[in-house]
């Protein structure tokens, strides 16, 4: 069953403000989708995407990488069914 995430738990997860996740929709720069006028995120497209974002522009062992995706992934399961 895929899991769905609100802006709002983007932004926790993310550590962002709310308004910087929106600007990055407006900007199709996070993947996400609407429901009319509700916006959601499938969590495993913003863990992916999040894995190619955090090791652009620095340079990240691949440990310091591993540990990243692994506690996002932990995250994310706690909310697994988050609607």
């Known amino acids: 069953m895929k899991s769905y995430l609100k802006v709002g738990k983007v932004a926790e997860l ?5 308004s910087t996740i929106y600007q ?5 720069f996070i993947p ?16 992916e995407w999040y894995s190619k974002v955090s090791n652009k ?14 506690k996002l992934l932990n995250v994310l399961d706690i909310d697994k069914n988050f609607k």
């Open 32 to 47: 996400h989708f609407k429901v009319g006028n509700v916006m959601r995120f499938e969590a495993e497209m913003v863990l």
């Open 14 to 18: 993310l550590r962002v403000q709310k």
């Open 24 to 28: 990055w929709t407006h900007i199709e």
């Open 57 to 70: 522009g620095r340079k990240q062992s691949d440990s310091d990488a591993h540990k990243s995706t692994i």
